[in-house]
């Protein structure tokens, strides 16, 4: 099945950064690629997802990149606030016969003011 | 995303006991997995339900169990509960069992086992 390691585990910056998370999948067959954002004691909140048909793409202060011969996609945030201090979550999903979501670990990430 | 529904939100219950989740998906969406969170780590996924049918099954023992109404809100069933199964259960929302679909999250249902 698929298997998702993701990098770094906790990640500091100072705010106005940039702060970059890097995922790794296995299953070639993946082609649907969400970041999800987790607040303490709150849900998982989708605050982008990349298809394998696209490179690149952006939404205001944040991007994601997909490298599928590499088979490694990554969330960068620029201009970081400390409300973006949260716990990030990369995750794939295969177009094959598994169509379920593999999460990544996750990585903490604080900004400092 | 705001549009997918759980119940109960917290509940706590004994080991041996069962215990049943409930969620309602986004208006129109059709596909609804149940996906199980532990503190620390990512969410791990348990079950997929398209159009009343089992689509998936994640690396769980048979004790849990799930079902789509047709009206698509779903139960997630959990018998003879362990300590180890004290979780955020989390339920997620979709148009259809496709890839490629969004999938929103609902607010989760906290399950403390003692």
């Known amino acids: 099945g698929e298997n998702v390691e993701q990098h770094p585990s906790t990640l500091s910056v100072q705010e106005g950064d940039s702060a970059v998370i890097k995922c790794t999948y296995s299953?070639?067959?993946?082609?649907?690629f969400p970041w999800y954002k987790q607040e303490l004691g709150k849900r998982p909140q989708l605050i982008i997802d990349?298809?394998?048909?696209?490179g690149e793409k952006k939404d205001q202060r944040i991007a994601v990149t997909l490298n599928k011969t590499a088979k490694h996609f990554s969330l960068h945030i620029t201009e970081t606030q400390p409300e973006d201090s949260a716990v990030y979550f990369c995750?794939?999903?295969?177009?094959?016969?598994?169509?379920?979501?593999?999460f990544g670990s996750g990585t903490q990430l604080t900004v400092l003011p | 995303d705001a549009g997918v529904t759980q119940s109960p939100t917290h509940l706590i219950k004994t080991r041996g006991q069962h215990v049943t989740l409930r969620c309602s998906p986004i208006?129109?969406?059709?596909?609804v997995s149940w996906y199980q969170q532990v503190l620390g780590q990512g969410p791990q996924f348990i079950f997929q339900?398209?159009?009343?049918?089992?689509?998936g099954r994640g690396n769980f023992p048979d004790r849990f169990s799930a079902r789509q109404f047709p009206n698509y809100s779903s139960e997630l069933n959990v018998n003879a509960l362990l300590l180890g199964d004290s979780a955020l259960y989390l339920c997620?929302?979709?148009?259809?069992?496709?890839?490629?679909?969004?999938?929103?999250f609902g607010e989760g249902s906290w399950l403390t086992v003692v």
């Open positions: 339900y398209y159009e009343k049918e089992e689509r």
């Open positions: 997620a929302s979709s148009l259809s069992a496709g890839s490629g679909n969004t999938i929103y």
């Open positions: 208006s129109g969406h059709k596909s």
């Open positions: 995750a794939a999903r295969s177009s094959g016969s598994a169509r379920q979501l593999t």
């Open positions: 990349i298809r394998s048909n696209v």
């Open positions: 299953d070639s067959a993946s082609n649907y």
